[in-house]
């Protein structure tokens, strides 16, 4: 342990991260296994980015959005993941506090920044499919360039906020964090001063910019559903279904750990529970985006196609 005197009272310099509940002959497995998750979640984002800038054909309010919830999820990710990989290969896991209060931060950046592109995401969809007549009047320029920096501006509101409150506590001589990244709820109760202020901004915000945005997708998706639904055929159906199933399942699959995490009482969830289901979000997540939102998708096929030949025919010169 690390600890600074002063005036009687411990000052912690550094935590120290319990990481994963893994074996010690599995260890190096899932190093392995975690180091393509990431390799991957980064080459998958990399790609969508650059394909969406090279390409003119993807230029649309949907790619907008797309290319930088790429962006979100490459850097919600690197936010958590590397300093678990050096973790899982040193004898004392360890973070400095700065570099705490530092991940506390960007991941809350990030992880917001990701909830509220998805948001104008499912927006554009509700917009593109019940009425597209007005699609290109409704989604201009200046509203998609609007929609993502005010997302940009709400996440760094958000996410200081959680971060000055969290700087003002005082931490005692436990500094042991059952967790592989400095999350908040963990931090909390290592906390030796009041933390009640943290815990109902915590419960107040998180209930908006969390909950809100997840019932306004739901609501866009369940309006796409019933506007395709009212055409009367089989191929109506599953394209509700192509169009929504995908997108549904990852929202579901990050906002039911997230709400799981941060709104029930946390009190009656294990340790191993609450890792396992911030693995699900922080990693599994931002590693399956790029190809159910894009891999699967025809533009995002084209647009590899077309750069493919074009390389093909300039190296043919």
């Not at 004898?91 to 506390?104: D, E, K, M, R, T």
């Not at 005082?170 to 009640?196: G, I, Q």
């Not at 890792?275 to 699967?296: A, C, E, G």
Request: proline fraction near 5%; include cysteine; charged fraction near 10%.
């Amino acid at each position: 342990m690390t600890c600074v005197y002063k005036r009687n009272e411990t000052v912690i310099s550094q935590f120290l991260l319990l990481g994963l509940p893994i074996p010690p002959e599995h260890q190096q497995l899932f190093y392995a296994i975690f180091l393509v998750m990431y390799l991957t979640t980064v080459l998958g984002n990399l790609i969508i980015i650059i394909l969406i800038i090279l390409d003119s054909h993807l230029h649309t309010p949907m790619y907008l959005f797309l290319s930088n919830l790429s962006f979100s999820d490459l850097c919600f990710s690197s936010v958590t993941m590397p300093k678990l990989l050096q973790n899982m290969q040193r004898q004392v896991p360890s973070i400095p506090y700065a570099g705490c209060l530092a991940q506390i931060y960007f991941f809350l950046y990030f992880g917001d920044l990701g909830n509220f592109l998805l948001v104008a995401m499912a927006y554009d969809r509700y917009v593109a499919i019940c009425f597209p007549l007005h699609y290109m009047s409704i989604m201009s320029p200046r509203l998609c360039v609007s929609l993502v920096v005010l997302s940009w501006v709400l996440t760094t509101f958000h996410a200081m906020l959680h971060t000055l409150l969290m700087a003002r506590l005082s931490f005692c001589e436990d500094n042991v964090v059952p967790h592989y990244f400095c999350d908040m709820s963990a931090l909390l109760k290592l906390a030796c001063s009041d933390t009640r202020v943290n815990e109902v901004v915590i419960f107040i915000v998180v209930s908006i910019f969390l909950v809100l945005p997840f019932a306004l997708i739901i609501m866009s998706y369940v309006r796409i559903v019933s506007s395709i639904l009212k055409v009367p055929s089989s191929q109506g159906i599953y394209k509700a279904f192509s169009t929504c199933g995908s997108h549904l399942s990852v929202v579901s699959l990050f906002y039911g750990t997230v709400i799981g995490l941060y709104l029930c009482p946390s009190s009656n969830n294990s340790t191993v529970k609450d890792t396992v289901m911030s693995l699900m979000y922080t990693v599994v997540t931002p590693m399956l985006n790029p190809f159910i939102y894009s891999l699967r998708n025809r533009d995002i096929k084209g647009a590899l196609e077309r750069i493919f030949c074009k390389r093909k025919i300039q190296l043919n010169l």
